[in-house]
């Protein structure tokens, strides 16, 4: 099921670079990670693989006491919902992916097909019929990842039709082109979010308290039902993780870990934090927060950021794409998906590609999203969905991996991965609340993607069994010579 399949990229890449045409059975490691000093790469990088998981605290916080289910901004509950955030940041991005996932790479490519790769071809008659399920899971992880791949641009740039065309227009200029440029942005979007934090936190640094677990198993103590559905709305906190993974071909795992831990994870948590202290001070004044993150802006400083702010919203679309490209590459490669024209944009880095068929058909989605929903609320009921799902299956994968291929034992890898789980099955079954709203799409999104990509396997295994049947066997042909 898993075998790789040959790929022919052929394309010629603009200016000076080289066409290419390739046929190779794997890629190869050494050219699937960025060359070059570490923290060129890992600035670049902050623009093609952070902009969605970076602009996060434009909305989340305020989408948990200013959205349609809003909890008030008690101290219970704000410290409650910081705690909640910060923990998922922790679990799931720095200790999972980070620290775990982006250890599973298929010759330094990343994404849920290059995990799928992993997995053994032979295995004990057990094992291979969990194996069958385990591969169809991954599909339709990778699937739901498309889905996501059009629901972030659209609800970024919804506001502007024609950010969003000019988003893919130069796309063909390669993630290292567009990362030059959009890296800078980047770089100050986390300084001054970090800012902005820190000026809150240093007038109430008590906010740290929410630091301590305790507080988000009292906020679900003290809300019950209603703290379940507001989960729906913390997981937009981590939204943009599994798109760390599926880049990690462009840049490596060391610029992409480089550029968390010294700048993007310090920037948010200073951000929520501050946010969290600003709900504390206006609610202890009696004052509304309608937008927990323009206010805590300076009023004369609002213009610059609310440019600031749409640049990076922009930009946050970038991740997803560039994962698109690097999950059609992997698909062609296991036989999910026809052959593409894949574009190497780097003569040096083997990671660095652009595939125009993918780009159109998601600028022509994002647009055709935009006019049907044409309120980011709606489109933000199928964000959570698109996003877990991705992960769960990502989870469940890892599992098959780690046990099957690396040799560690069920008790080593099940506390693992179901803390993993904990967290990314409350997130998706608090999203599912929100099908009616918008949430089916990304399903039925993925469920359509899935039944093209299963189909083109099936049909390539029907036709080579066809072809095996009618070519004439090896000792005929040389009886026959004889």
Known sequence: EASIMSDTAKAEAPGPQSSSSEAVKEPPSSGAHSTG??????????????????????????????????????EHNVLGVLSLVFWSLTIVVTIKYLGF?????????????ALMALIP??????????????????????????????????????????????????QRRGTKGIGRIFGPVMLLWFFSISMLGLRYIVRDPHILRAINPYWGF?????????????????????????????????????PI??????????????????????????????????NPFYDMVPQPLIVPMVILATMAAVIAS????????????????????????IVH?????????????????????CVGLVLFFQESSKLAAAYGIAVTGTMCATSVVYYFVVTRTWGWSPLKAAPLVATFLFFELSFFSSSMLKV??????????????????TTWKRGRFEIGQRFVKQSMPLEALLDDLT
């Open 121 to 170: 071809h032979k295995l004990d008659p057990r094992s291979e019929k969990m194996k069958g399920v385990i591969l169809l899971l991954a599909v339709f992880g990778a699937s739901l990842l498309y889905g996501d791949g059009i629901i972030t641009p659209a609800i970024s740039v919804l506001s502007a039709v024609e950010g969003l065309i000019g988003l893919f227009m130069v």
């Open 37 to 74: 000093p570490l923290w060129p790469v890992a600035v670049t990088a902050l623009g093609i693989v952070y902009g969605d998981i970076g602009t996060s605290p434009l909305y989340a916080i305020k989408e948990c006491f200013n959205g349609a289910h809003a909890v008030a901004a008690t």
């Open 345 to 365: 944009t780097s003569e040096r880095d083997e990671g660095q590609i652009f595939v125009p068929e993918v780009n159109k058909a998601l600028m022509v989605a």
């Open 101 to 113: 996932i982006m250890k599973a790479d298929n010759k330094g490519e990343g994404g849920i097909f």
């Open 436 to 453: 009616a709203d918008g949430g089916w799409f990304p399903l039925v999104m993925g469920l359509g993607i899935y039944t093209l990509m």
């Open 218 to 254: 009292e906020f679900f103590l003290h809300n019950h039902t209603h703290a379940f559905i507001i989960l729906g709305s913390v997981v937009l906190c981590v939204t943009g993780a599994e798109a760390l993974y599926a880049d990690m071909g462009h840049f490596g795992a060391r």
């Open 318 to 341: 970038q991740a997803m794409i560039s994962g698109a490209f690097s999950l059609t590459r992997q698909a062609v490669s296991l036989g999910y998906c026809p052959r593409m024209t």
């Open 257 to 290: 870990r480089a550029s968390w831990f010294a700048l993007v994870f310090p920037a948010l948590l200073l951000n929520y934090f501050g946010q969290g202290g600003l709900l504390l001070e206006n609610a202890a004044a009696g004052l509304p927060t309608p």
